[in-house]
């Protein structure tokens, strides 16, 4: 199973629930690959924002390796799982869906019990309630897997 996050700078949601995705699969044992991109290209090459891994690390989460990169035509055929952190994120993805995609294209939150999106923390300056989310919607997420399997 290869999953890629899709936000838009891919220096905050995306590389956060990536990095929440690595440490909770791999404590699981469930067998996944995970990566990030960003609908824009004005961070590309940029680890994540700075006070998204400070407040990641305070949750055990290490972000310092990653790189922002643009989602591209080959991701819908390299991956299983393209999960959109908004709405718009999932607007820009099924516009640039190539044919024959292999990736299905969805939202990373189901919106049961609550929100569909992911706030902007880069905008809302609320760190913390956006890792909450992703950390909540990484465990549904890996459930919902598992039961797939
Ligand atoms: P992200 O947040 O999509 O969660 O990475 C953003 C970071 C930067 C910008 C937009 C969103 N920006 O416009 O620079």
């Not at 960003?38 to 400070?54: F, L, R």
């Not at 905008?123 to 897997?145: Q, W």
Request: glycine share 10%; charged share 25%; proline share 5%.
């Amino acid at each position: 199973m290869r999953i890629l996050f899709l936000c838009l700078g891919n220096i905050c949601r995306s590389p956060a629930a990536e990095g929440v995705f690595r440490s909770l699969a791999a404590r699981a044992d469930f067998p996944a690959e995970a990566d990030s991109a960003g609908t824009g290209n004005w961070h590309v090459g940029a680890p994540p924002y700075g006070p998204m891994q400070v407040a990641a690390r305070a949750r055990g989460y290490d972000l310092s390796g990653l790189r922002a990169r643009q989602i591209t035509r080959d991701d819908f055929h390299r991956f299983d799982l393209i999960l959109a952190m908004d709405g718009q994120n999932l607007r820009d993805a099924a516009n640039l869906t190539p044919e024959g995609a292999r990736a299905r294209v969805e939202k990373f939150l189901t919106g049961q019990g609550g929100a569909s999106d992911v706030p902007d923390p880069y905008y809302t300056r609320d760190f913390d309630t956006s890792l909450d989310i992703i950390e909540t919607g990484v465990r549904d997420l890996l459930a919902r897997l598992q039961r797939a399997q």
